[in-house]
Each structure stands twice: as C-alpha cells, then as structure tokens.
C-alpha cells in the first residue's frame, strides 16, 4: 500500500510518501490556492491509498483539523491523524546529521518532519 505522510503548515506543506514500506521524502508544496490540484497529481502518480497528517497541540490543531476534514471531502481517501510532536525537531537532528545544504533547509525540513511522522506509522 502506497503511504502519503503531511506535515501541514501556513507557509508550506511537507510531504512524504512510503511505497513498499520504502519512505521517500517529496517536494514541500505552498500552502496556497492551487495546493488541492498539487496533492491530487502526487497521489495519481504514486497512486497514494492512503494519507496520515501530522497534528499538533494548541490552537494550530483546530485549523489541521478543518485542513484534514477539507482534504477527505476533496480527495476521498481514508485520511487520519497522527500525533507529531517534536517530529520537527526530529527532522532538524536529521537533516543536519547528514550534512543537509543548509540553504535548502527551509524549502526541505517540512518534507523531513513529514518523513518523521510516516516512520511513526508504518514502522
């Protein structure tokens, strides 16, 4: 079963995805108006069969939650949520631990902490 993991954020929206249990992390999409169409091509493309979002704690997991139940209507696959503590500061441990080009870090941490979140889940 093909795995589709976002770490949903205001500015971007990390992804990751698990084929044959194999994580991969993808590009980070912005959060903006064509952000719906992005996510339908990825999970065309990697027919996706299934999606878990990272959700936080305090007044960010209200707009997840409406983010989630948005996502379900459009798309119409079985989405959940997954608990995402410190998968950031996870990401940031790893990204750095393996030399990550630090210019890139902001367009690359967000599908990390999305690559977190999907380890949590499949593993």
Same mark, same amino acid.
């Given at each position: 079963?093909?795995?589709? @993991?976002?770490?949903? $954020?205001?500015?971007?929206?990390?992804? @990751?995805?698990?084929?044959? *249990?194999?994580?991969?992390?993808?590009?980070? +999409?912005?959060?903006?108006?064509?952000?719906?169409?992005?996510?339908?091509?990825?999970?065309?493309?990697? &027919?996706?069969?299934?999606?878990?979002?990272?959700?936080?704690? $305090?007044?960010?997991? &209200?707009?997840?939650?409406?983010?989630?139940?948005?996502?379900?209507?459009? +798309? /119409?696959?079985?989405?959940?949520?997954?608990?995402?503590?410190?998968?950031?500061?996870? @990401?940031?441990?790893?990204? +750095?631990?393996?030399? *990550?080009?630090?210019?890139?870090? /902001? &367009?690359?941490?967000?599908?990390?902490? @999305?690559?977190?979140? +999907?380890?949590?889940?499949?593993?």
């Amino acid at each position: 079963m093909n795995v589709l @993991a976002i770490d949903y $954020g205001t500015k971007r929206i990390g992804l @990751a995805i698990a084929i044959n *249990g194999i994580i991969e992390t993808l590009p980070a +999409l912005k959060n903006n108006p064509s952000l719906f169409s992005g996510l339908k091509k990825i999970i065309a493309d990697h &027919q996706v069969e299934k999606i878990y979002v990272g959700l936080s704690e $305090g007044r960010f997991a &209200q707009k997840t939650k409406v983010f989630v139940e948005e996502l379900s209507s459009v +798309l /119409q696959l079985n989405v959940e949520t997954v608990e995402e503590a410190v998968s950031t500061i996870e @990401a940031d441990g790893i990204y +750095l631990n393996n030399k *990550g080009n630090k210019k890139k870090y /902001q &367009q690359k941490i967000d599908s990390v902490a @999305a690559a977190v979140i +999907l380890r949590r889940v499949i593993s």
